[in-house]
């Protein structure tokens, strides 16, 4: 298993430009931002990254989490780890919501898992759910793709884009062979997370900014 934490430096952050959810601003604080990277064949087959960050108010700065499989018997143990996250963000941190872009996806994917691990844990019992992509469309009337909405926002990406498909070709070689992931190029692996981590990082730019953009285009549609 491959287990990386990051700090990411957060910009200034004003209460104009916050996403308001029923008339709240400051859910944010109390969130997780969550996206995963997965293999479905027919049917989930594994996480391939799981990766969440939350905002620490006192140091002002988003703390980052992430576990990608190795091997088959990482298939398991990803979703262990991922049960203890969410756990700990839970009971320990107090966050109560996850935010995600379209996240009704991932959500089916690692319920299902769960499941068919043994693993009890049920995500719904312990956190609301905010999907960007649907504040968007009621805000906008129009549907969105995170790509696109991420330019919309001026947000720059260090990673590279990658497909959906690419990253399954990439997992269902690892599932199927023990020893792809130490033959993969390190920076493969690096591409993949960096990918994984700006995702979730973008969710948080997204949300306390939202504003910026939504009242810029008021204003341009007169």
């Known amino acids: 298993m491959i287990e990386r934490h990051d700090v990411v430096e957060v910009e200034e952050i004003l209460e104009e430009n916050l996403l308001s959810i029923n008339g709240k601003k400051h859910l944010f604080k109390d969130a997780i931002f969550f996206d995963l990277e997965h293999y479905i064949y027919k049917k989930p087959i594994c996480i391939g990254v799981f990766g969440c960050c939350y905002f620490d108010d006192i140091a002002n700065k988003l703390n980052t989490t992430q576990y990608m499989i190795e091997n088959r018997k990482d298939a398991k143990a990803i979703l262990t780890l991922a049960k203890d996250y969410f756990y700990t963000m839970s009971s320990k941190y107090g966050k109560k919501y996850l935010v995600t872009f379209s996240g009704n996806n991932d959500f089916t994917v690692i ?42 926002f001026g947000i720059t990406r260090e990673s590279e884009v990658i497909s959906g498909s690419n990253l399954a070709k990439t997992f269902s070689k690892i599932v199927k062979d023990s020893g792809y992931v130490q033959r993969m190029p390190e920076e493969k692996r690096d591409k993949i997370l960096l990918y994984n981590e700006q995702d979730v990082v973008s969710l948080f730019q997204i949300y306390v900014n939202w504003n910026i953009v939504m009242k810029r285009d008021k204003i341009l549609e007169g």
Not at 125 to 151: M, P, T
């Open 111 to 152: 319920n299902y898992l769960f499941e068919k691990y043994n693993i009890n844990f049920n995500i719904e019992e312990h956190f609301k759910h905010i999907d960007l992509q649907k504040e968007y469309e009621r805000e906008k009337k129009v549907c969105i793709g995170l790509k696109a909405l991420e330019k919309e």
